[in-house]
């Protein structure tokens, strides 16, 4: 990472210098929460000193403001050092909250929410009290991140962030946890079901990719998260998401992947049958035939139903939001940055 010519990873020593700890001042962009322990760091400092020089840029009246290194700045205060080692730099606030958000991006050092709100100040409108310094492209650029991981963290902005907090605190809950549940954001109702539901089981990432798609259709949560279990213990393909799909449609697009899924495990234990004419015969007949069967009448039911569907009232769906809506939803939430 570097700031103008300089490489923050290799300094040149010459351009480290001795700065008082008193005319320095954290930075006024607070991306973390929380600082951590800094316990192992003030006991690195003591044994082999200041690895990496912290990152200033110069302020008003000879005083500076830190870029990178809020927390060894904050462990060599509470070490009582008078003088740290750092490195000048002349940064607009544009550029130095960049280059704060690079570093921590790279360091791994913010949580999934940390980087929403960060990103989301980046982006987000003044008067939304945010810096509105780019588009979401121009900041995915920056910080080497795709447009699509910069959209999905801010989408986490969507769900209450007491819930998220308490989420996150899981073990087994994440990131790709919470974007599935981001999908139901405007059904708080359904949010909460299923959030309690995650917190008291073990759910994996593809239970909740299936279940949301039943739960939108009109399927109880509970049952939804059943139906999703049995899917992904029989494996079963999966490639269609569509939520103005209602609750027949789904079950019956379920049930057919279902049953395509067995016949294809049907035909593959026919081989292994072989050798016994009669039980293969039999398999045949009472088996593989039977599950064709099955499936033709699925078949028909999904037919029957779209046939009932185009003498139904059409039904009202929300569409679907994109990613320029999501400053919108967010600002609705009551966000603040």
Not at 132 to 140: D, H, P, S, T, V
Not at 200 to 216: F, N
């Amino acid at each position: 990472m570097q700031v103008g010519s300089v490489d923050l990873q290799h300094a040149n020593p010459e351009l480290v210098v001795p700065l008082s700890v008193s005319s320095i001042r954290p930075s006024k962009f607070q991306m973390r929460t929380e600082l951590g322990s800094l316990e192992e760091l003030k006991r690195s400092i003591l044994e082999k000193g200041l690895l990496y020089p912290i990152i200033v840029r110069c302020m008003e009246n000879s005083t500076y403001e830190v870029v990178a290194g809020n927390r060894r700045f904050e462990a060599f205060c509470s070490l009582g050092r008078s003088t740290i080692p750092g490195i000048i730099t002349d940064l607009n606030d544009q550029e130095a909250f960049e280059v704060m958000i690079t570093e921590n991006i790279q360091r791994e050092t913010l949580s999934p929410l940390e980087e929403a709100r960060v990103f989301y100040a980046y982006v987000g409108p003044k008067e939304k009290n945010c810096y509105e310094y780019g588009k979401i492209f121009e900041l995915a650029k920056k910080i080497g991140k795709s447009q699509e991981y910069v959209s999905n963290r801010m989408r986490l902005l969507r769900l209450p962030e007491t819930l998220l907090r308490q989420l996150f605190a899981q073990h087994h809950f994440t990131v790709s946890h919470a974007e599935e549940l981001v999908s139901l954001a405007d059904n708080p109702v359904m949010v909460q079901e299923l959030s309690s539901m995650v917190l008291t089981q073990k759910i994996s990432v593809r239970e909740l990719e299936r279940a949301v798609p039943l739960m939108k259709s009109g399927i109880e949560t509970k049952r939804a998260i059943e139906l999703s279990k049995l899917e992904v213990d029989l494996k079963v393909g999966w490639n269609y998401h569509n939520d103005k799909d209602d609750r027949t449609q789904v079950l019956l697009k379920h049930t057919e992947l279902i049953l395509k899924s067995v016949l294809s495990y049907v035909d593959n234990v026919s081989s292994d049958l072989e050798h016994d004419g009669v039980i293969h015969g039999q398999w045949i007949t009472d088996v593989r035939l039977k599950v064709h069967d099955a499936i033709n009448g699925v078949i028909s039911c999904k037919k029957l139903h779209k046939l009932h569907r185009k003498t139904a009232p059409a039904k009202q769906f929300r569409p679907k939001l994109g990613t320029s809506q999501v400053s919108r939803q967010v600002s609705e939430s009551g966000f603040t940055y």
